[in-house]
């Protein structure tokens, strides 16, 4: 059962859609308290007006995970609201493929500052929050969305799979340095999810190959990625699911 969580208070990041937003909505569903992190704030009084009528509680937070202060003022806000949380998800990320030769230095630039550097901050903001909440007995968790693209490479895709491959092992990493003061850090490797992830790609044509490859083989819902974040983080304190990798069936 997911019922540990009506005691958690939650910051998710990227919850203006996809799986930020499934996640934002599922945890409050179960009863935790959720700050909602992304920059577009008409989306997140959307989600949070939704959330308040379903009976739960959220906190709208305009924050760009690019921009070092924007994600302070964020952790302020949120702390004087809702005090230290113990659960943070970094679900914000953006990929932009294109062929290495193109050199599009922007969106490198985009996507390290965003799926790296942005958890990076994120992390920077919150996890004293985390360390304080396991050292006074309660469960903490740090959750981070990488990507299937960190372990296979699909061609257009080096930067962005460059981005995932690092979290992946920034997560590995900072389970050695904070499970030993009983912090779980989870590290969620998604295929194929139906979400607003592709609308952002700058090439027709790898924007087609994409869209034949969701209608061949399927994709995840943003909620069944949710569903393994809440299944996670309501295990005992004991029990870290350090590394979940999760596919359509029909994905090789
Ligand atoms: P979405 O595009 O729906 O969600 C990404 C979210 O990140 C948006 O809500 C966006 O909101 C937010 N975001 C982007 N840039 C920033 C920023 N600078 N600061 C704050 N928030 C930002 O896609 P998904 O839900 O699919 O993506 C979630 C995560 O899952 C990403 O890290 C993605 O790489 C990963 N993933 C996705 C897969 C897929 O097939 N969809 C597969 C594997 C991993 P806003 O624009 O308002 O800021």
Redesign the pocket.
């Known amino acids: 059962s997911y019922d540990t969580l009506s005691t958690r208070t939650a910051v998710v990041?990227?919850?203006?859609?996809?799986?930020?937003?499934?996640t934002a909505r599922l945890l409050a569903a179960h009863g935790a308290r959720v700050a909602l992190?992304?920059?577009?704030a008409e989306?997140?009084d959307e989600l949070a007006a939704k959330i308040t009528a379903e009976g739960g509680r959220a906190l709208a937070v305009t924050?760009?995970?690019?921009?070092s202060g924007?994600v302070a003022a964020a952790a302020a806000r949120i702390h004087e609201a809702f005090g230290p949380v113990d659960l943070v998800v970094?679900?914000?990320?953006?990929?932009l493929p294109n062929p290495i030769t193109e050199g599009r230095e922007d969106e490198w630039a985009r996507m390290i500052?965003?799926?790296l550097s942005?958890a990076l901050r994120v992390i920077r903001a919150f996890v004293p929050d985390l360390v304080a909440a396991a050292a006074e007995g309660r469960t903490a968790d740090l959750v981070n969305?990488?990507?299937?693209?960190a372990h296979v490479s699909f061609p257009n895709y080096a930067v962005?799979g460059a981005t995932?491959a690092a979290l992946t092992h920034l997560s590995a990493t900072l389970r050695t340095e904070l499970g030993g003061q009983d912090v779980r850090v989870t590290n969620i490797?998604?295929?194929?999810?139906?979400?607003?992830?592709?609308?952002?790609i700058d090439n027709a044509e790898l924007s087609g190959q994409l869209d034949g490859m969701l209608s061949a083989i399927g994709?995840?819902a943003?909620e069944d990625?949710a569903d393994l974040i809440a299944y996670t983080t309501s295990r005992p304190r004991h029990v870290n699911l350090r590394q979940l990798v999760v596919l359509p069936t029909r994905q090789a």
């Not at 992190?37 to 577009?40: D, E, I, K, Q, S």
């Not at 924050?63 to 921009?67: C, G, N």
């Open positions: 990041t990227g919850a203006a859609s996809g799986m930020g937003e499934a992190l992304a920059r577009r989306r997140l924050a760009d995970v690019t921009d924007s970094n679900s914000a990320g953006v990929m500052d965003t799926n942005g969305v990488s990507s299937i693209g962005y995932k490797e998604p295929g194929l999810t139906s979400t607003e992830l592709a609308d952002h994709a995840l943003a990625v």
